[in-house]
């Protein structure tokens, strides 16, 4: 199988899955609730439906989309600050940016 299958799969891994594993780890009594929270935080790519085209398998969304922006980042940074679900929000948040992140650069292009 090529790089572009691997790279997909863990993709949609890191987005779909793995924030079971975080609710899970964390939030033991809540888990279902964090989960669905964490998931909702995918709606942080409705700012690519501004970019043109809207997906670009060779673009590096970090940087690039408004809410994937460095200072969207930091922003969601300090909402690790605050208690409850905008920690949720945050931590969701962060998690998205290293997915898409690492999808550009320790992949193949």
Known sequence: ????????CMHYF?????PVFIALAFYKDNWKKV?????ATML????HLFASPIFDPTRNSIGFHFL???Y???????MLFF??????IGIGL???MFTDFQDFNFWCH
């Open 44 to 47: 942080v790519d409705l700012d």
């Open 72 to 78: 969207a980042i930091a922003v969601y940074f300090l």
């Open 35 to 39: 989960y669905l929270i964490l998931l």
């Open 14 to 18: 890191l987005h779909l899955v793995f």
């Open 94 to 96: 962060l998690f998205h």
């Open 83 to 88: 208690k409850g679900n905008i920690r949720i």
């Open 1 to 8: 199988m090529d790089c572009l299958f691997w790279k997909t």
């Open 68 to 70: 994937h922006s460095y």
